[in-house]
């Protein structure tokens, strides 16, 4: 079998279990650690569809950063929004900005 097969099925894997930890946690930390996992099967995806076909591998290493500066963006804004919740509910749990809807 071909080495790609076994690369894509640990993204989709990754994949799988990062968008079950964002539906099932409750809190807003568990679901960042599942939107990274996501991420994080995408980039896989990325760097080994580069690497194992006959594209540039270059083209790959670029969309794996791209991937990964993404993340670190995305991280440090949902890390300031749960400083924020956590200061105005007491918790960073996800139920309590759900109360702000009326």
């Known amino acids: ?5 076994y690369y894509q099925t640990v993204a989709v894997l990754l994949l799988g279990l990062g968008l ?13 650690i599942g939107v990274e996992l996501m991420l994080n099967g995408a980039g896989l995806s990325i760097v080994a569809a580069a690497q194992l076909t006959p594209t540039d591998a270059i083209l790959g290493q670029l969309g794996a950063l791209l991937v990964m500066g993404l993340a670190a963006a995305e991280a440090t804004l949902v890390l300031a929004i749960v400083l924020v919740v956590s200061k105005r509910f007491g918790n960073a749990s996800a139920d309590g900005p759900r109360e702000l809807r009326g």
């Open 1 to 5: 079998m071909n080495p790609l097969v």
């Open 20 to 32: 079950y930890a964002l539906v099932t946690r409750r809190t807003l930390v568990g679901m960042l």
